[in-house]
């Protein structure tokens, strides 16, 4: 097939937007490890309307058709949070998926490199969906790892695809998953933390009935801890607003960890539980009825992994023996807690490849690459 049997089309009501939304397990249905996502889920980061990424950026979406038939979706952003904190800016594209046909993903990225052009950017780089703070990396080893929550899915052929349109991998991301009934044998973490513990350092867990307020302290420390991480930008109010609103309800006081240093917050971890073994089944929806399913679900706890979504330890300490310590301490401490929930394994991620600090730890305490996604980019 070439490029010219291929229809793409600009996703412009509420129709396209749903068939947009849905495509993936249209055509990856029975492909294994995939595992369709909640509809709300998406459309709660990808919404004109609704979603915290459009206070801050702008995007397109397209439809690809063959025989009228859809074979795949794309999307092209700009965030003006890269332009402000980032030497080289850079446009974006996200929510790749299609057929395995390189004419279908040519066609594809095609048509968002044109509307890249047209708004000024000679450079593109992903798939974001839409930013580095959501769902980003194309995944390129491990399609056959269980479905995991903000993770997303995709076919090996994608890749070489993408290659083939002269895109080169800028940046790989690792996710690790560890099983805690071997952290509970082999505690690394616990005898370290014995060691170095400073005696006036205290842990204390998330606070439900202050959500709100424990979320922007997350934020706050998150953004200062990362921003000299490649590829940031930070997390902005209103994203971290969405997140609570979204992942508050299932949240226990136990899952996030603040730790404080002479009075002072100095670093936090966050973990939450896999949504994706809930709603595996569920088709993508949860209207009319699937809803009741995934509600008895989550309250009964009947999810079996986690995933640490946030670490993060204030620049301030950096150089320092607590700064060293603070992110084993607080990983161990989830672990500890892990003893009265339902978890057997927890995941980690992603990581950048190259961030040997990050993976020594969680290596240290058992972690082991299940996946591995990649960052693509290209010059316009």
């Known amino acids: 097939m070439t490029q010219s049997d291929i229809a793409v089309r600009r996703v412009e009501t509420k129709a396209d937007f749903r068939q947009f939304i849905r495509l993936p397990r249209e055509i990856y249905a029975g492909m294994p490890g995939f595992s369709p996502r909640l509809d709300m889920e998406q459309a709660g980061l990808l919404d004109r309307k609704k979603a915290p990424f459009f206070t801050h950026g702008r995007a397109e979406y397209w439809l690809a058709f063959r025989g009228g038939r859809p074979v795949g979706r794309i999307s092209a952003q700009i965030d003006d949070l890269v332009a402000e904190y980032q030497d080289e800016p850079y446009g974006m594209f996200g929510c790749l998926d299609a057929v395995d046909d390189p004419a279908v993903v040519g066609a594809l990225v095609a048509a968002a490199e044109a509307w890249l052009r047209s708004e000024g950017q000679s450079r593109v780089r992903g798939p974001f969906s839409p930013t580095i703070n959501d769902e980003c990396g194309l995944l390129v080893e491990g399609q056959e790892a269980p479905a995991s929550t903000m993770l997303n899915w995709a076919p090996a052929y994608l890749a070489g695809h993408l290659a083939a349109h002269g895109y080169g991998v800028a940046k790989k991301l690792v996710n690790y998953r560890m099983a805690l009934s071997r952290n509970r044998d082999h505690d690394h973490a616990g005898a370290l933390r014995k060691r170095r513990r400073p005696t006036d350092l ?60 002479r009075g002072e917050t100095v670093g936090c971890a966050l973990i939450v539980p896999n949504l994706s073994e809930i709603s595996a089944d569920l088709g993508g929806r949860l209207l009319p009825f699937n809803w009741i399913k995934f509600l008895y679900r989550a309250l009964r706890r009947r999810y079996r992994s986690g995933r640490v979504i946030l670490l993060g330890v204030r620049s301030a300490t950096r150089g320092t023996i607590l700064a060293a310590s603070l992110p084993l301490i607080m990983i161990d401490e989830l672990f500890n807690r892990s003893h009265a929930w339902s978890f057997v394994d927890i995941e980690m991620g992603w990581v950048l490849e190259d961030n040997r600090a990050i993976a020594a730890i969680i290596e240290r305490v058992g972690g082991k690459v299940d996946r591995t996604f990649a960052l693509f980019e290209k010059a316009l």
């Open 202 to 261: 205290t842990l204390r867990a998330l606070d439900r009935k202050n959500l709100a307020a424990d979320g922007e302290l997350i934020r706050r420390i998150y953004n200062d801890a990362w921003a000299g991480n490649w590829g940031f930008v930070p997390i902005t109010e209103a994203e971290m607003s969405h997140t609570v609103k979204e992942l508050g309800p299932l949240l226990l006081d136990g899952w996030g960890v603040f730790a404080e240093y």
